[in-house]
């Protein structure tokens, strides 16, 4: 029974923060490289960041880098993404998800949460 389920969500000023979390259970966490996808009203899912199984590694969309901090504590089974200096542009539902990867180098995004709403007010 794989799970994540994420929490933290909710209404802020443009420039304002917010710290979304990421409850796992049901699997191996530490060994999951873990992702955060969002979809903005009306549009597709975009990746925005990904962190590796343990942490040392860690990747930005573009439009996020040096407002957004991804982070794990592979202890509590927990994934967080810090947003700072947001933008209304950052309104989305945003989803956790493991990131599986297969053969060489192939991957996909498996047991999506059930998501949490950002809405950046201007």
């Known amino acids: 029974q794989v799970?994540?389920?994420?929490?933290?969500?909710g209404l802020?000023?443009?420039?304002?923060?917010?710290?979304?979390?990421c409850a796992a259970s049901g699997?191996?966490?530490?060994s999951y490289d873990l992702t955060w996808v969002r979809q903005a009203p009306g549009k597709g899912l975009e990746w925005v960041s990904r962190?590796?199984?343990?942490?040392?590694?860690?990747?930005?969309l573009d439009?996020?880098?040096?407002?957004f901090t991804i982070?794990?504590?592979?202890a509590k089974n927990s994934l967080?993404?810090?947003?700072?200096?947001?933008?209304p542009e950052d309104t989305?539902?945003?989803?956790?998800?493991r990131r599986i990867t297969y053969n060489s180098g192939n991957f996909y995004y498996s047991s999506w949460g059930q998501g949490t709403q950002v809405t950046v007010s201007s």
């Open 80 to 87: 967080s993404l810090q947003m700072n200096s947001l933008k």
């Open 63 to 67: 439009s996020v880098k040096g407002r």
């Open 3 to 9: 799970q994540l389920v994420e929490s933290g969500g």
């Open 27 to 30: 699997f191996t966490f530490s």
């Open 51 to 60: 962190i590796t199984s343990g942490g040392g590694s860690t990747y930005y």
């Open 71 to 74: 982070s794990r504590d592979n």
């Open 92 to 97: 989305a539902v945003y989803y956790c998800a």
């Open 12 to 21: 802020v000023r443009p420039g304002g923060s917010l710290r979304l979390s």
